[in-house]
């Protein structure tokens, strides 16, 4: 039996894999989909095929003898797609951690190479089978020589051999040649022959058998056209045929011995395919390490046994944790169920009796010197906290490392995490138990693992001064909570109870009848049938009744305003004043939020459970809701810290604008200046509408905003909006310079960074779909900015919180909303702890602006007053 000789045309597969997926790209921002078409329709070959000897060949980028010859060869051929240009070396990294051979020789495209190996296998007794998206490798198919023709896709393939060529075009492979040299190829640019397409074509072929014979008949070719044609454009056709042949007689330097399918390492795939998140691939590389319960030695420890890991843990220097918690909804009422220790290479303990076991343990957990490695590390020091024992030493978890690695991605299980970084292979119907026995007992070459990678990005620094300190911070705040004035909420609540019902009141005389005004489908049908008023938008399920709709409706009829102010109400009564109290800590009478560490891309925190971020302040309404977070007691204030205008100023600090930075650092009003720099006035000219209208462009511009966005915010001509905007770019040069790099890095890199290197990956930033690359762009303008501004309300809340520590205060801080720090002080420290919060907040970190703290006290969230601190 021959050998098998397989030629891959890589550049025609490299385009077939690109459009016959949706545009992947992985975390980082990099586009894989062309690779990963490929790579699949290369591991399929090799399973399937089975190829003894396999080579791929690419175009150079320098111009072949077929442009030399016409240049306007492929002129109009569309340029290749952005997103696809580096995805070709990656093809090659691919292949090349494959051994498959690669070859590229300028002045010849891939086809000539293919049809010169082809050739030479044929002679050496291979059989060759060609493996290409482009018909024209049809033309060397013989006894010897097949392809294998990717049709549509790269798994529809259709193979060639000789009786299938001779079924298709009843003409013989070679005859192909004299087709295109007839018809020509709109897709290269090769004229032809006008008015021979490839019916008449194989016509003339099987008359006549080739171009040239043709030619020297056109006397008996039919059609009076036909042979005009023919006569006239002789020379083309043959030029066509030229450019139509490929070549089998390229100088090569390869010879065939050197395309055996050589020894490849899985490593180098596994790593590869690592970087480029082809999970469905990497599985059949992953050296993996079956792990069973069985091989695990886990003892439970008594009193003895936990003194003795004491000593233990001191002597090695470093201790793994997690406690396994339950009720886990408000962080001080939940309880643990088991403890597990780890002290590596094994030694794995668990413990179930919680109370004595953390007071046996408290010296060690307390003790700086010894590491701790601790899984759900944030949750472990709130609970830790309940029991009057203050962690220390935290210096990784293992989801948090993830996290700052893969930030657009969704944290992974257990499991998961083991299989991507440390290759384990765990049994499917694992137990919960189990499976945290087998994680902790691996806590260490996790930590062995991605710890690197985080030096690698330079993602250490954040890592170890910024996120495993802010977890200490997050628990107190989450331990310490905030107090609630439940009754003072359920007062509220009648009263929004009445004010509802006299809505809905109003409503229904209006209507003329009585409905449910929270039914859309009833809404809609007072609305549009019985009232009448015009249909703005409808749905699969019929009218729409949503806000942007009874906005355009607004003054239609006197009953819009009224569903409006109803449904506000409702929600606010629903969502927070009716929600609230139920979820106040029987024990504590406080509202105990999560913070979230590890969920934005920009690395914002969020709150949940409840959000106590976001309760309400633009309205009269939600404001009174505010009422309700009170002190503790009389003889305290809440103190609310506020960054002024904290991404503006970053923005200043990145774009190293001139005129901002002037604005910032000589004390001047920003929106002011930026007022008088675009509408061309004295500042002491600028009109509260000017500054108006400049605060929105200040933000916008910070935001990407786009004229369109501006124009609908503003309520202005898109061509005013701008304008609006050129002049602020005229003024503030340094802001569009900024823009315009990290949008261009962001293309480069398919990440953008904060100053303290924080990335964000941006896949979409390439994309051929303009919302979505414009969308992507602004996002690249924006993160960097929210971004910075997040990491230093991170570093402030540290700095604070070990200042408060330093100085004995009995002060605690409470909540962090946005750009605000609220704190709970004893009245008679307010003075001397605003100037601690205001000076700590204020010296974060040194930037080429000032940032400005403004600090209000009160009895509650609601009613504060302006604190002056010099």
């Known amino acids: 039996m021959k050998k098998k000789l397989y030629l891959l045309d890589g550049q025609s597969l490299a385009h077939r894999a690109f459009y016959a997926l949706p545009l992947l790209s992985t975390s980082r921002g990099e586009y894989t989909n062309a690779v ?54 990656l093809i090659k990294e691919v292949l090349k951690s494959f051994s498959i051979p690669i070859i590229e020789i300028e002045g010849f495209e891939a086809d000539d190479i293919i049809g010169t190996m082809a050739r030479k296998g044929e002679e050496e007794g291979f059989e060759v089978v060609i493996v290409t998206g482009d018909r024209d490798a049809l033309q060397l198919v013989t006894e010897d020589v097949s392809v294998m023709y990717t049709k549509r896709g790269i798994s529809d393939i259709v193979r060639y051999d000789l009786n299938k060529v001779r079924e298709r075009y009843e003409l013989e492979p070679q005859q192909l040649i004299d087709m295109k040299g007839l018809m020509g190829d709109s897709s290269d640019n090769i004229p032809g022959v006008p008015g021979i397409g490839e019916k008449t074509a194989i016509k003339l072929l099987k008359e006549f058998s080739s171009l040239e014979e043709i030619l020297d008949n056109i006397d008996k070719v039919s059609g009076k056209k036909r042979k005009e044609n023919l006569q006239k454009y002789a020379d083309q056709a043959r030029l066509s045929k030229r450019l139509g042949e490929i070549k089998v007689d390229v100088p090569l330097d390869v010879e065939l011995d050197e395309c055996h399918l050589g020894k490849f390492h899985k490593k180098n795939i596994r790593e590869l395919f690592e970087r480029l998140e082809f999970a469905s691939l990497l599985n059949r590389f992953k050296e993996k390490t079956s792990i069973s319960i069985d091989d695990i030695s886990v003892k439970e420890l008594d009193r003895k046994g936990l003194e003795n890991i004491c000593d233990k843990a001191r002597n090695l220097g470093k201790l793994g944790l997690t406690l396994r918690l339950n009720n886990y909804t408000t962080p001080v009422r939940a309880h643990a169920s088991q403890g597990i220790i780890s002290l590596g290479e094994g030694n794995l303990y668990i413990f179930t009796d919680i109370n004595e076991a953390i007071s046996i343990l408290k010296p060690i957990l307390t003790d700086i010197s010894v590491k701790k490695y601790i899984l ?86 954040l890592f170890n001064d910024i996120e495993i300190p802010l977890i200490t911070v997050l628990a107190e705040l989450e331990y310490n909570g905030i107090k609630v004035d439940a009754e003072y909420l359920e007062s509220l609540s009648r009263k929004w109870e009445e004010e509802l019902n006299g809505l809905e009141s109003k409503i229904h005389e209006l209507a003329g009848e009585k409905f449910n005004i929270n039914s859309p489908k009833q809404l809609g049908g007072i609305l549009f049938e019985k009232l009448g008023l015009p249909v703005i938008k409808k749905t699969k399920t019929g009218y729409s009744t949503g806000a942007k709709v009874l906005e355009k409706l607004e003054d239609k009829h006197p ?28 024990d504590t009478g406080r509202l105990h939020t999560s913070f979230n560490q590890m969920v934005t891309a920009t690395g914002r925190l969020s709150s949940t459970e409840p959000n106590l971020q976001n309760i309400p302040v633009r309205t009269d309404e939600g404001r009174e809701i505010r009422r309700a977070f009170i002190t503790e007691n009389e003889d305290w204030v809440l103190l609310a810290a506020d960054y002024s205008q904290i991404e503006l100023r970053v923005l200043a600090h990145i774009s190293d604008d001139e005129g901002l930075k002037a604005a910032f650092n000589t004390g001047q009003d920003i929106h002011t200046q930026t007022a008088s720099e675009v509408f061309e006035v004295e500042p002491d000219e600028v009109t509260p509408n000017m500054r108006r209208h400049a605060k929105v462009i200040n933000f916008g511009i910070a935001y990407g905003m786009s004229p369109y966005g ?35 890095e962001a293309k480069t890199k398919g990440y953008v960074t904060t100053i303290f290197n924080r990335r964000r990956y941006i896949p979409e930033i390439n994309s051929r779909n303009y919302h979505r690359r414009s969308f992507a762009e602004r996002t690249a303008i ?41 704190l709970e002080v004893p009245r008679e420290d307010l003075t001397e702890m605003a100037r601690i919060v205001k000076s700590e907040m204020e010296k974060a970190v040194d930037m080429k602006v000032p940032l400005v703290v403004n600090l209000e006290s009160g009895p509650n969230w609601l009613n504060k007053e302006e604190l002056d601190i010099e």
């Open 710 to 744: 501006l124009a609908r915010d503003l309520g202005i001509s898109r061509q005013e909006a701008s304008d609006y905007i050129n002049k602020y770019f005229e003024r503030f040069t340094g802001v569009k310079d900024y823009m315009e790099r990290v949008v261009t």
């Open 36 to 89: 990963f078409g490929f790579t699949r329709m290369l591991l399929k070959l090799l399973d399937e095929e089975k190829p003894d000897l396999i080579a791929v060949a690419f175009d150079k980028k320098a111009p072949t003898f077929r442009h030399k010859e016409y240049k306007e060869y492929k002129a109009h051929r569309k340029k290749m797609p952005e997103e696809l240009k580096p995805q070709l070396s």
């Open 782 to 822: 924006n993160t960097p900015i929210q971004g910075t501004a997040a990491d230093i309300m991170k570093l402030a809340m540290i700095k604070v919180y070990n200042r408060l520590k330093e100085n004995g205060s009995p002060a605690r801080i409470l909540l962090q909303v946005h750009d605000e720090l609220i």
């Open 559 to 586: 009953i819009i305003p009224l569903i409006s102010e109803y449904r506000q109400l409702m929600k606010l009564k629903s969502t927070y004043v009716d929600a609230l109290p139920p979820m106040i800590n029987p």
């Open 376 to 461: 759900n590390s944030k949750e472990c020091t709130v609970f830790l906290k309940k029991h009057d024992i203050e962690l220390e030493g935290l210096v990784f978890d293992p989801l948090l490392a993830y996290y700052l690695l893969k930030p657009s991605g969704k944290l992974p299980g257990l499991r998961d995490l083991l299989d991507q970084e440390l290759s384990l292979s765990l049994p499917e119907d694992i137990k919960e138990d189990n499976l945290y026995l087998v994680f902790m007992d691996n806590i260490f070459k996790l930590a062995e693992g991605m710890v690197p990678k985080l030096e690698d990005m330079e993602l250490i620094e």
